[in-house]
């Protein structure tokens, strides 16, 4: 190559068409080769002579700067720009140039920032659509991997696994062996996510796939992932090896996501040994590594300060989620181990209003796992999650009733460590021995006396007289038996309506609702075997709406709910209301006084007043 601008073969100079090409392809080479800096300087020079010219041959340069891959969590600009335009050039075209240069910038969006997420969907969409009306297994897969990662949220293993086989099989037709390992290890991530034991036999699949591959940057991506199963069976020293050691591998050949990966397995390393320092250092690590998150960072160190015993520390983390609006994080495949730590942290501070909305968050894909990416790290059932949420909030029945079904899981996946760590939580709920709390001040140094008209406060000392108000006769009744819930029902003197006893669904719409959902597997059946999304998409949007309508008419056990729940919703609003103003008056008048009933006095459907929850 010579300064000239162009390349001499035999002596003859290639002109810049030919020249893009051959820059192209020895750029695929050197990645291929493990040497992503060489493979990132001949295809900056491709762009810079392909730019503006032929759109076909900037769509090449641009999905080789796409394959050498960016920082999940981590603005992209540049190689975002570059797909972009190149979309822009290939507009219109309906070739599979413009759809794969569509679904590679649809990814690198989902995988970038969370502010860029919401233009992904739209994009891989449109790519599926034009690689549909062509006859290109290998198109039609690259897109549908878009399709893929736009939907990787929790909750939606069942729809990606779908997703993931039929990438596998036209990667197979189009003898794409790289594209199949990929398909492959997406279906296990799935099935794992799911609680499927078939996850091994899929992951074994992709082991030998990808050992025939024999290439540096595919021995480094199945490394990590043996040292995730490694991990999950419990071998937590073999773990950290490989995880170290594939880290090594993944700076040698460039690929841009290895420090995050390495980063992830350690979070399950720290959390396995459970050294205090270890938890603290990884902590501070999270911070620093996940910038792009912070919401996630800041909730994952407050999850290892509370394991580690620091307390103050985890508070302040906490503080920090909350102030940046954190419970509203979006939803990448990194939520449920922001979720997982943030829920150790709430139960460690007894912060109970937050362990609600902790719960509430869960419950919808509590039958599911924590899964960190594609089969990096495996962060155990979401039921043990939910367990511990129930036993922090006084439901001990409960708590073992899902603390069982995680056990049950773990023990299906060969999860060891999750399985020990779950079967600690049932012991610990056998024993009675609910986490110690800091200290509140008893319940008799709090006077709440009616005298006359009026009511009389107190506290250490200081005393105020207020106008009668209902919020302060409910004060009253949970102050008089701490410890004890209460139902907003009762506070509120009302009785459920006389009808309160019928159910939200009668029996003949219960039947009605499960044929549907009996006819819809058979659509999605018959649509998986026609590869057609579009159809597939539509029955599994119907499915989720008319499970989400049985989840909401029935219990858990299947009995069916009935309408008393909307007189309990009314009085839980209205009892709410009225205490907090209570203790909001009492405030004004005794500061110290509002504040302690502020953060011991529970409201919601029951209520209850706990001098100890002083977190």
Not at 34 to 53: I, P, S, Y
Not at 167 to 187: F, K, V
Not at 284 to 306: E, K, N, Q, S
């Amino acid at each position: 190559m010579n300064g000239g601008g162009g390349s001499s073969v035999a002596g003859d100079r290639l002109a810049d068409p030919d020249l893009v090409d051959v820059l192209t392809a020895e750029a695929d080479l050197w990645l291929r080769a493990g040497d992503a800096t060489r493979a990132r300087q001949l295809l900056d020079l491709a762009w810079t002579r392909a730019d503006g010219g032929d759109p076909h041959r900037i769509g090449a340069v641009a999905l080789g700067l796409d394959r050498i891959g960016a920082r999940f969590a981590m603005p992209r600009t540049e190689l975002v720009s570059a797909l972009d335009r190149a979309r822009r050039a290939l507009a219109g075209t309906a070739t599979a140039a413009e759809a794969q240069v569509t679904a590679a910038l649809a990814r690198q969006l989902q995988h970038s920032v969370p502010k860029d997420r919401p233009r992904a969907r739209p994009l891989a969409e449109r790519a599926v659509t034009i690689a549909r009306a062509l006859d290109d297994p290998a198109t039609l897969a690259t897109c549908l991997l878009a399709h893929h990662d736009v939907l990787w949220t929790p909750g939606t293993a069942e729809r990606r696994a779908a997703i993931a086989a039929e990438i596998a099989d036209l990667a197979e037709r189009a003898a794409d062996p790289e594209r199949r390992a990929q398909g492959l290890l997406l279906a296990a991530s799935a099935q794992l996510e799911a609680g499927s034991p078939a996850f091994r036999a899929t992951a074994a699949e992709y082991e030998h796939l990808t050992r025939r591959l024999r290439q540096p940057r595919h021995d480094y991506l199945l490394q990590t992932r043996l040292a995730a199963l490694a991990l999950l069976d419990g071998d937590v020293d073999a773990g950290e090896r490989l995880s170290a050691r594939a880290a090594e591998l993944g700076e040698q050949v460039g690929d841009g996501d290895a420090g995050n990966v390495r980063m992830s397995q350690r979070l399950e390393v720290a959390r396995a040994r459970g050294e205090p320092d270890e938890l603290r250092r990884t902590a501070a690590d999270a911070v620093r590594w996940w910038v792009g998150v912070p919401a996630h960072a800041h909730a994952v160190a407050a999850g290892f300060l509370a394991r580690a015993g620091d307390l103050d520390g985890a508070r302040r983390e906490l503080g920090v989620v909350l102030s940046l609006d954190g419970l509203r994080a979006d939803r990448s495949y990194l939520w449920s181990v922001f979720v997982g730590e943030l829920a150790v942290a709430a139960i460690a501070l007894r912060d109970l209003p937050l362990c609600t909305r902790l719960l509430e968050d869960l419950l919808p894909i509590a039958g599911t796992c924590a899964v960190n990416g594609a089969l990096v790290c495996f962060m155990g059932a979401h039921a043990h999650t939910v367990g511990n949420l129930h036993a922090a909030l006084g439901e001990p029945e409960t708590a073992r009733r899902w603390l069982g079904r995680a056990l049950d899981v773990h023990r299906r996946l060969g999860a060891r460590l999750w399985e020990r760590e779950t079967a600690a939580a049932l012991a610990a709920l056998d024993r009675d021995r609910p986490p110690p709390a800091p200290a509140g001040p008893p319940a008799d140094e709090v006077e709440l006396v009616r005298v006359g008209d009026l009511w009389r406060v107190g506290f250490r000392g200081h005393t105020a007289f207020l106008r009668d108000a209902k919020g302060l006769h409910d004060l009253a009744r949970l102050l008089a038996s701490p410890g004890v819930g209460l139902p907003a029902l009762d506070l509120a003197g009302g009785a459920p309506p006389a009808d309160s006893g019928a159910p939200v669904l009668d029996r003949a719409a219960l039947a009605a609702y499960r044929r549907r959902l009996a006819e819809l597997g058979d659509e999605l059946a018959e649509a998986e075997r026609r590869h057609d999304l579009a159809r597939r998409e539509r029955a599994a949007d119907e499915r989720e709406r008319l499970l989400a309508e049985l989840r909401r008419a029935t219990r858990p056990g299947g009995a069916l709910r009935t309408l008393g729940a909307t007189a309990a919703e009314r009085a839980r609003k209205a009892v709410t209301a009225r205490i907090r103003d209570a203790i909001r008056r009492i405030g004004d008048s005794v500061p110290d006084l509002g504040a302690h009933l502020d953060r011991a006095v529970r409201t919601g459907t029951v209520c209850r007043y706990d001098p100890r929850d002083q977190a």
